[in-house]
């Protein structure tokens, strides 16, 4: 079975810095992807990065880019240049290929806080 | 940017009681799915529905769920006889296909008195 791993329960960063956040992943199966959701306090999940097992390059999306490093089975998230506003949760999330539909199994979260 | 829309954003109602959870997904994804997160713990997969049927669900997804599309833009979540442990927030999401991003909506804060 997949299982997604997030070893930070919260981490703390300063405005305008960059900030990892960790995931690492197991599955057996050679094609899925990978994802990564913004949850702020209001609750909503905001979808913010995808990376396909089979993308040579890793995702990037405006300041948020996916650091994929397979052989290890890691998908860490790097947030550059730390706003206010980026004080949320942050999912992982997996999904297996071919499946027939999406069904992602999540991370327990980490909650990110930025310190102006 | 299109996107999912949940509503109501928070239900209360009495255990025993049937409870009906809207979702409007976006207008040409085909792909739609319920997930649930208990406060504080992480979101679960409830169901997924493509072509007017169930393709998966978990073993949450009991007897006491039901999933439908009433019509060309809703999809709704029913649960029969809720329990105080269904207490959660339900996010709806859709999907265009199989491979691409789901989008979730806001969610429906559930409370089960």
């Known amino acids: 079975a997949q299982k997604i791993t997030q070893t930070q329960p919260g981490m703390f960063v300063q405005e305008k810095e960059a900030v990892t956040l960790d995931c690492t992943y197991d599955?057996?199966?050679?094609?899925?992807?990978l994802f990564w959701y913004k949850q702020p306090s209001s609750g909503e999940m905001i979808f913010l990065i995808y990376q396909g097992s089979y993308d040579q390059q890793n995702a990037t999306e405006g300041r948020y880019s996916l650091n994929f490093q397979k052989a290890r089975k890691s998908a860490n998230l790097v947030i550059s240049a730390s706003q206010l506003g980026d004080s949320a949760m942050y999912f992982c999330a997996m999904s297996l290929s071919g499946a027939g539909s999406y069904q992602l199994t999540f991370g327990k979260g980490t909650k990110l806080s930025v310190i102006p | 940017e299109p996107e999912v829309t949940q509503t109501p954003s928070h239900q209360v109602t009495q255990m025993g009681q049937e409870v009906i959870l809207r979702c409007v997904p976006i207008s040409n994804h085909l792909y739609f799915y319920w997930y649930r997160q208990i406060l504080g713990q992480k979101v679960e997969f409830l169901v997924s529905f493509y072509n007017n049927e169930i393709s998966e669900k978990s073993e949450i997804f009991d007897d006491q769920f039901s999933v439908e599309r009433p019509d060309g833009s809703n999809f709704t979540l029913k649960i029969r006889s809720t329990k105080l442990e269904d207490s959660a927030m339900y996010f709806c999401a859709s999907s265009y296909t199989e491979n691409s991003p789901l989008h979730f909506g806001n969610g429906t804060r559930l409370t089960v008195t």
């Open positions: 599955t057996s199966d050679p094609s899925y992807g």
